[in-house]
């Protein structure tokens, strides 16, 4: 299983772009990377996914580079409201794949 | 994209009663669904791995006696948490898994007293 790692905590301000950098150097063939993001006493909303280079939707963009060790989870123009936790996952194809959770980003925004 | 329900959203109970919570795939059938726990604070925990039509898989440190899981039909897996105590207050959330994506409900919050 690919373990992340993601800093613990983040500040910014309302209007600004965030970029959020996740770790996973013993990422497998097989894996995407998902990122997800919770508010309290919720459980977690899927953002967007990738397998390699640039995914773009309508709320966030994710970059991951040649050798897939990282991503960067890229949220332009934040707001108040994207003050939550983020997840970076990691998990394969198959169904029974299971994805272990790691200790996510609190993305703090402020006026 | 996908729907996940769970019910009851939250619920209390006395020492030594049983609670079972639902977790259904609402508009995909999923042959795996997982089982997460989630104390204030604290990232989310996986429990155990649900399988449509065999026994769940338990992560190391989970009772399966005390944390049965059912797995009966293509949308539905049941967590019941038998004889529960005021420890297992805590925040449960299931995920049912569509190719690579998991997809979350949106969790239960349980309350012993």
């Known amino acids: 299983l690919a373990k992340t790692t993601q800093p613990i905590s983040m500040d910014s301000y309302e209007g600004q772009e965030v970029n959020i950098t996740c770790s996973h150097n013993?990422?497998?063939?097989?894996?995407?990377i998902t990122w997800y993001q919770q508010f309290p006493s919720q459980g977690p909303r899927f953002i967007i996914q990738?397998?390699?280079t640039k995914v773009t939707n309508e709320v966030a963009s994710l970059f991951i580079p040649a050798d897939r060790k990282s991503s960067t989870l890229s949220l332009p123009r934040v707001s108040l409201s994207d003050t939550a936790v983020y997840y970076c996952?990691?998990?394969?194809?198959?169904?029974?794949?299971?994805?272990?959770f790691g200790s996510g980003t609190r993305l703090s925004i402020r006026p | 994209g996908a729907v996940v329900s769970q019910h009851p959203s939250r619920v209390i109970c006395k020492s030594g009663t049983s609670v079972k919570i639902e977790c259904r795939s609402l508009d995909f059938q999923a042959t795996t669904m997982f089982w997460y726990r989630q104390f204030p604070k604290q990232s989310l925990m996986l429990m155990a791995t649900?399988?449509?039509?065999?026994?769940?898989?338990?992560e190391q440190g989970v009772e399966k006696d005390k944390f049965l899981i059912n797995h009966a039909s293509l949308t539905l897996s049941t967590l019941t948490v038998t004889s529960a105590h005021p420890e297992d207050s805590s925040f449960y959330i299931c995920s049912a898994k569509i190719r690579e994506t998991q997809y979350f409900g949106p969790g239960t919050r349980l309350l012993v007293l």
């Open positions: 996952l990691v998990g394969g194809f198959f169904s029974a794949s299971k994805i272990i």
């Open positions: 990738g397998y390699k």
């Open positions: 013993n990422i497998a063939t097989n894996d995407y």
């Open positions: 649900s399988n449509e039509g065999s026994k769940a898989t338990y």
